[in-house]
């Protein structure tokens, strides 16, 4: 019998052998090959509701500082230094937009002002309550992600 990957995680959930986030990969572990990163950072589907939120939220993802979208213009004030991200899903796939949100530095360039989300080398000038920790749960990158993959034209 060949077992599929959820079908073991959810065994291994169900006898209690794992907890609830062994399943993650970890901020240094992520493999990001051609610009891209394949697979679910959780294994769990992203809420693109939650990720709008997280898009939003200044102490999290505060996406709209930089980047305009026209789903979230009611918000608040947005930035313009980003390209706007309206129809971002038909430039860049699930897996090429998951690869931008941990660490757009390996995706553009060691110079972009995009902060690395999902990874320990955040970027320039780091808030001090941040050394050591990514900016947003791997969780959080997976919603943000399902929130960019609604954004097409
Ligand atoms: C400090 C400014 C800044 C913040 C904050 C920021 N970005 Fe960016 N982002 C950029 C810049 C600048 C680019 C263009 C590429 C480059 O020059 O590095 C970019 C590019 C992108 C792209 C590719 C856009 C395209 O049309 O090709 C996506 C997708 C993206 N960002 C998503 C996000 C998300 C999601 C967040 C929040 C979790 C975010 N960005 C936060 C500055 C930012």
Redesign the pocket.
Known sequence: MRLTVPAIAAAFVMTGWVGAHAAEVAPGDVQIEDMAVEASLTGTPGNPEEGAK??ANRS????L???AVEALAKEQFH?N?????DG?AD??SQAE?RA??VD?KKV??D?????G?YSLDVGKNVREDLVGKTI?TAQQVED?VAF?TTLKE
């Open positions: 997280t898009f999290l993802g505060n996406c500082a930089c980047h930035g230094v980003a390209p706007p991200l971002v430039r860049w937009l931008i949100v757009a553009f360039s110079e972009s002002m995009m902060p989300f947003l943000v960019l």
